[in-house]
């Protein structure tokens, strides 16, 4: 025997097993309505001589072609098989009549020609220039007598080019395709119903379906992936015993509709006659399908509705889906591959969300739900997996509408193992999990469909992650990095808990910067590293991405309207060089702008980068998204390096070689003075910068460092003493007044020379910087120290040598049981090469003479600011009077000295100083422009912060020596000898006119002569 015909016999075969294992008493009573009752007594008489459906079938003139088409697939003696073993169920045959067949195979054909791929050289060639045909081509290509005795089988190639409406598919068996569209006409019982009033034998038991509301029956049709059972969709064949052994239906037949409508005739002019027509193949609805020409009750063994047209099997799932018109957004979201799967997985019944059920999501749950990243994939898998259903209303029954009205209420599992709660509402329609079904059961080949308003979300959301809010706020780039530093963590935490844990995930903020800005600094840093600007090693090494990320993430959630402006938030970036702290973040906020409702968009940034959108909270965080990536901030001196104003205190830390301690030391709050600062610090900044005084400039430094991270906002109202980095101990003291003014000093008694924070809270990775606006000199600086600062040794031999040395160390007549302080003026020494030093050496009177009048004793607050700026701190024209002076006890009265303000200069600082009273002079050597000035300081004497009570000195640096004034003898006796003369000869005047007066002759003059001659 032939292969073909060994193949034709086993179909047949199982064709036959399958019958006789489908009973009418296995079918599902609540799908399958009873069969129509025969008259038993009428049967036995009558069943002798009585035809068969076949026979009925090839008696009828209308039905040639389906006999042929029955004879082709080898299901005639199936069919007799079937109806010669019933048990009294019978058999129903939906018959389409030769004009339908035909009608459907003219049909196919024009829609064939008219698909543009027809056209394609690929088709027109295909198989060796075999056109593709259709199904119903297929069918009705051949006549018997073109067999010639041979098997159909025979006839055509292994692999048959099929045109379908989807495209152009490779059949195997043609015949087995065809086969199962016939078996979709045939049911192992008679059908209840009838229109005839000669049903014979038979008597119909239901009355027919309502119109609109068709009611399922089971074919003959039993949709597989196995072989055996000749599929209809090959797809994985699952192991023996396992499943549903290959049926997609598990071991259930393909559903039918069948339904009814009423057809109105005109019988004559003015009159209408409405007579009901069975329809089978309907939609849920009752409309479309086949109606029903005419019934054949003549046989025993069942009933034959002629119909007038074809039966269309159920459609694969894909096809559903990517034709449903109310399925156009499911199917932007399921990939080929995915309705490829679902297609051949057995019995599935999906509850899928029609495309206004979509609506309820937001526009960032939808950009990512439709996004192309490997996590909305698995969303969308997961999204299918709440629909769906293997399981069914138990073992694997697939779940029609029908078997949902069964019962007030049931319980779904689906393949995710979650659990769909159906109940019907009052007016009988279908509510799953809320959501109400709107389409009943669309049949598919390997189950059903069924449409609903609304989506099924377990948690009542999609359960976005922050993660997944990233990528659809095109935040991509700083999702892969997460991941890259092992930070993904912070980001995929399920908003309710991971399963069997219901703690929601610990809220956090995030700043995420967009793709592009990422691009560009990724762009940045990897130059920066080829060019070698950016150290990749040792302190002064760029963060990791670790930390850089870190710096992104703020434990918390903060939201618009919790932040103010100047506030620091802690970020998960933990460093041992903050002593295990956490760095923060500044923030800015518009207040101007945020005024109102505060939106958290462009009034509100973070460090130097914007708000560039409105926040998104997911669960108890909020991400932020931002202009640009911040870099944590740098050590100490590449932090100050930035700031302008702060050039003087990095030169400073260069030259006191403290640049490594600084960017190591931990936790340390630096208070930094201004370039202003240290030019107010005048001859002792000069006197620190010398090599010598190199371990006092250290000190200066390090008791500006506090030894703790102390922020803006921990300075409190009250006097705090904090600890420096200076090593015998040295503390500041610190408080804040009522307007917010941070106060700095050495003392608890924060006079008006404490220092102020000018600017605030200028993070490092150790701590954080403040500006202050004074230095605070923790040290002993002596005259004689500031003397050397202005680079007037020479000043400071004489001084010694005159024997008042006193003045320059603080060792103030202390004979006298008291201190005093001295302000020295102090030539250059380039002064003094324009003098005749050697002769003051040589006379110790002029000595004494030009060193005392060089010393004015006051104290320093009188004369010289406390760091404050560049200028003295006196009125214009201000006088003091010297060692030199009588008043203060010295031998000259020209030893006061006098202050002029003078225009700002390249040389000085605008101030002139010379002896009072000077005359006849052009000034030289007795006035010199002011170069600096420098104040005494001393160390506190105790942990109380109370330094020692006597006052304070200092030195002005001036450009010229004053030598002590001696006036000539013209201004010593000159004008006492002018007095004489003048008063002389004012008294000889006075006589010579008086005499005159006293001696005139006698004579009347002659106006007294002409006195009232007019009269």
């Not at 499911?330 to 591959?337: D, G, N, Q, V």
């Not at 099924?456 to 809010?469: A, C, F, N, R, S």
């Not at 030259?655 to 490594?660: D, G, H, R, V």
């Amino acid at each position: 025997m032939k292969p073909a015909s060994l193949w034709s016999l086993l179909i047949v075969a199982c064709s036959i097993v399958v019958a006789l294992q489908t009973p009418l008493g296995q079918l599902p009573p609540d799908v399958i309505h009873l069969p129509t009752q025969l008259d038993t007594k009428q049967v036995d008489a009558a069943t002798l001589g009585r035809p068969n459906l076949i026979d009925l079938l090839a008696s009828s003139p209308d039905h040639t072609i389906l006999l042929r088409l029955l004879q082709r697939t080898r299901l005639i003696p199936t069919l007799n098989r079937l109806q010669e073993f019933d048990d009294g169920s019978g058999m129903t045959i939906l018959a389409p009549t030769d004009d339908a067949i035909l009608r459907r195979r003219d049909q196919e054909r024009k829609m064939r020609f008219k698909d543009p791929l027809f056209s394609t050289p690929a088709l027109t060639s295909y198989a060796g220039g075999e056109v593709p045909l259709s199904l119903w081509e297929h069918a009705l290509a051949l006549n018997p007598s073109e067999l010639h005795g041979q098997d159909v089988a025979d006839l055509f190639p292994s692999l048959q080019p099929v045109w379908k409406s989807q495209g152009v598919v490779e059949m195997d068996n043609v015949n087995a395709m065809l086969r199962q569209h016939l078996l979709y006409h045939v049911l192992n019982y008679t059908l209840p119903y009838s229109t005839s009033n000669e049903t014979g034998i038979h008597k119909p038991s239901s009355p027919i379906p309502e119109v609109g509301r068709p009611i399922m029956h089971e074919t003959m049709h039993f949709p597989s992936r196995r072989l055996l059972q000749e599929p209809t969709r090959p797809g994985h064949i699952p192991k023996p015993d396992k499943e549903d052994h290959g049926g997609l239906l598990g071991n259930e037949g393909q559903k039918l509709r069948v339904g009814s409508i009423t057809e109105t005739k005109q019988i004559t002019k003015f009159k209408k006659e409405s007579t009901p027509a069975l329809t089978f193949g309907t939609a849920s609805d009752g409309s479309g399908g086949v109606r029903c020409t005419s019934e054949l009750w003549s046989s025993p063994n069942g009933v034959i509705f002629s119909i007038d047209g074809i039966l269309d099997l159920p459609p694969s799932l894909d096809t559903v889906i990517n034709t449903h018109k109310s399925l156009k957004t499911l199917r932007s979201l399921l990939p080929p591959t995915l309705l490829k799967t679902l297609s051949t997985t057995p019995h599935l019944s999906l509850f899928l969300p029609a495309s206004d059920a979509f609506d309820s999501l937001t526009e960032l749950e939808w950009r990512f739900l439709s996004g192309k990243w490997k996590q909305s994939f698995n969303d969308r898998m997961r999204l299918v997996g709440w629909h769906a259903s293997g399981l069914g209303v138990g073992d694997g029954r697939t779940v029609y509408g029908a078997r949902l009205r069964d019962s007030d209420t049931a319980s779904i599992t689906t393949i995710l193992g979650g659990t769909l709660s159906v109940n019907r509402d009052k007016n009988d329609h279908l509510l799953v999990n809320g959501a109400r079904v709107i389409e009943e059961d669309i049949l598919t080949e390997n189950g059903v469909v069924h449409l609903i308003d609304g989506l099924i979300l377990p948690e009542g959301d999609l359960g976005m992650t922050v993660e997944k809010y990233l990528l659809a706020l095109n935040a991509t780039k700083f999702v892969s990095l997460m991941y890259e530093a092992g930070l993904e963590s912070y980001i995929n935490q399920p908003p309710h808990g991971r399963e069997g844990d219901g703690d929601a995930p610990p809220p956090f903020t995030f700043l995420a910067p967009r793709d592009d800005v990422i691009d560009a600094w990724l762009a940045r840093r990897k130059a920066e590293l080829l060019e070698g600007s950016l150290p990749s090693s040792g302190f002064d090494a760029a963060p990791s991405l670790s930390e850089v990320l870190k710096y992104h993430i703020l434990p918390g959630q903060n939201l618009p309207k919790d932040l103010s402006d100047g506030m620091l938030i802690g970020t998960e970036l933990i460093d041992w060089k903050l002593k295990e702290g956490r760095q923060r973040i500044p923030v800015e906020v518009d207040e101007e702008q945020a005024s109102g409702d505060r939106k958290g968009n462009g009034d509100v940034g973070f460090g130097d980068a914007n708000v560039l959108a409105e926040p998104v909270n997911v669960g108890g965080s909020t991400i932020y998204i931002i202009s640009q990536l911040l870099d944590p901030p740098a050590n100490p001196i590449q932090t100050a390096v930035s700031f302008l104003t702060l050039s003087t205190f990095v030169a400073t830390v260069f030259s006191a070689e403290l640049k490594k301690a600084i960017q190591r030391a931990p936790g340390v709050t630096y208070l930094v003075p201004t370039n202003d600062a240290f030019t107010g610090l005048g001859l002792t900044m000069n006197y620190l910068l010398l090599p010598e005084s190199q371990p006092e400039l250290q000190a200066v430094i390090e008791y500006h460092a506090i030894d703790r991270i102390v922020y803006a906002q921990d300075f409190s109202q009250e006097v705090t003493s904090y600890p420096t980095l200076l090593p015998d101990g040295g503390r500041l003291y610190a408080r804040k007044t009522k307007n917010g003014t941070v106060l700095i000093s050495r003392t608890q008694d924060f006079d008006e020379n404490a220092a102020r924070i000018i600017k605030r809270d200028i993070l490092t990775n150790t701590g954080v910087m403040h500006e202050v606006n004074l230095v605070e000199v923790p040290i002993e600086i002596s005259n004689r120290k500031l003397i050397r600062g202005a680079k007037a040794e020479t000043m400071e031999d004489l001084i010694i040598q005159a024997g008042y040395g006193f003045t320059l160390d603080g060792i103030r007549n202390a004979s006298e049981g008291e201190q005093s302080s001295f302000v020295i003026l102090t030539p250059t020494d380039a002064a003094f090469t324009r003098i005749n030093l050697t002769h003051i050496l040589e006379d110790p009177a002029a000595l004494d003479e030009l060193v005392r009048l060089h010393i004015i004793p006051c104290r320093a607050d009188d004369l010289i600011p406390a760091g404050k700026g560049s200028s003295l701190g006196i009125k214009d024209e201000a006088t003091f009077a010297s060692l030199l002076d009588k008043g203060a006890g010295g031998s000259s009265q020209y030893g006061q000295i006098s202050f002029r303000k003078i225009p700002d200069s390249e040389e000085g600082i605008g101030w002139m100083v010379g002896i009072k009273g000077t005359r006849g002079t052009d000034g030289r050597g007795h006035a010199a422009k002011v170069l600096g000035f420098g104040r005494e300081s001393k160390n506190a004497s105790s942990s109380q912060g109370l330094l020692a009570t006597y006052p304070l000195g200092g030195v002005i640096s001036i450009d010229t020596v004053l030598t002590p004034y001696r006036p000539g003898w013209f201004y010593r006796w000159g004008w006492i000898i002018f007095t004489v003369v003048l008063t002389l000869a004012g008294i000889s005047a006075v006589g010579f006119y008086g005499y005159r007066f006293w001696n005139r002759d006698g004579r009347i003059k002659l106006p007294e002569a002409l006195e009232g001659e007019e009269e």
